[in-house]
């Protein structure tokens, strides 16, 4: 089973920046995708962004041009890089990897963003 830990939420005013960390039990090189999640108060979770073991990149149209994925090897963690928050935002945001063997989810954290 892998262990995914996040990190970096918090409460940040509008337009201010974030930097969320996920830190996998296992090299990453061993997931075929990993992602970005969030569920915002009464709506469903939704994929933010992710990005595929070749590097290839997708993103939520909500937030292009404002969030950046990224991923370290070398330190098993994958990033998400936010900003020019906006209260819309706000969610718990999970990470998650995909494999062959099935998925796994991150216990996820809070980002709050105040207008």
């Known amino acids: 089973q892998v262990q995914l830990v996040e990190s970096g939420g918090g409460l940040v005013q509008a337009g201010g920046s974030l930097r969320l960390s996920c830190t996998a039990s296992?090299?990453?090189?061993?997931?075929?995708?990993m992602g970005w999640y969030r569920q915002a108060p009464g709506k469903q979770r939704e994929l933010v962004a992710d990005?595929?073991?070749?590097?290839?990149?997708r993103y939520a149209d909500s937030v292009k041009g404002r969030f950046f994925i990224s991923r370290d090897s070398a330190k098993n963690m994958v990033y998400l890089q936010m900003s020019s928050l906006k209260y819309e935002d706000t969610a718990v945001y999970y990470c998650?990897?995909?494999?062959?063997?099935?998925?796994?989810w991150g216990q996820g954290t809070q980002v709050t963003v105040s207008s």
């Open positions: 296992v090299s990453i090189f061993s997931f075929d995708v």
């Open positions: 990005i595929t073991i070749g590097g290839s990149k």
């Open positions: 998650k990897i995909e494999r062959t063997a099935g998925s796994s």
